[in-house]
């Protein structure tokens, strides 16, 4: 789906979100209540410019409309891979946008993930993943890397990965397997605008994606592990 259909369908025909460049910013009204919308679109690479230019919405909410909740939709082909943006420091702008949206939450604005189209590595780290909770579209593509990149990194064969893939999620793309691993906490079908609503109304006072992982059976150690570190520290 693209963001103008979407748009429509959870807020109306004039639903006052603009684009600009890549970028997607605006605030709508939902439920009688004003809602902070900012995201991405066209499968938009994450460099700099457009980190910056997420953060400084943000950065704009929380300082002119304190408390309001903001809504990020995620749609990126992840970090922007690009000489220049690493020399302007990429992991910096990034990191960033990724405090931003950590101190909203931290100010009480309420902070929704939802990934409508496409979301891979260090884009949809610093974004939906930094949220009080992300969704996703049951059509959306979620993943880390393919699997030809992930064998070449590892060194291990591709076939092996394929293998492991069909029963491990952390190993396989897919919005399914988000949801598995607690990374994605619900998908959105039917009713749009109530799949909002419930989203808005439900979200988590703290993280439990390790939990949740836990017990949907796709990261089984990871919750644990938290708690061992936790009561040692």
Not at 199 to 216: F, H, M, T, V, Y
Request: charged content about 25%.
């Amino acid at each position: 789906m693209n963001w103008t259909s979407l748009a429509e369908a959870l807020f109306g025909a004039n639903h006052g979100i603009a684009r600009e460049g890549d970028v997607l910013r605006g605030t709508v009204s939902f439920e009688g209540e004003p809602l902070a919308v900012i995201g991405t679109t066209d499968h938009a690479p994450i460099g700099v410019q457009l980190a910056l230019a997420q953060a400084r919405v943000v950065l704009d909410v929380m300082t002119n409309h304190p408390g309001r909740a903001i809504l990020l939709l995620i749609d990126t082909q992840g970090q922007q891979l690009r000489r220049r943006d690493e020399l302007l420091g990429i992991n910096r702008a990034m990191a960033h946008l990724g405090m931003c949206i950590d101190t909203a939450r931290r100010r009480g604005h309420r902070v929704l993930g939802l990934v409508y189209d496409q979301a891979l590595s260090g884009g949809f780290i610093t974004s939906g993943l930094m949220a009080d909770a992300c969704d996703a579209l049951p059509e959306a593509e979620i993943r880390v890397m393919r699997l030809p990149a992930m064998s070449r990194v590892t060194k291990l064969p591709e076939s092996f990965l394929a293998e492991l893939s069909a029963s491990n999620p952390v190993f396989a793309p897919g919005v399914g397997n988000y949801v598995a691993m607690g990374g994605v906490r619900r998908l959105w079908e039917g009713d749009l605008r109530a799949a909002l609503r419930t989203a808005l109304s439900d979200l988590p006072s703290r993280d439990q994606r390790a939990e949740d992982g836990k017990a949907r059976g796709g990261r089984r150690m990871a919750a644990d592990v938290v708690k061992r570190v936790l009561d040692a520290a």
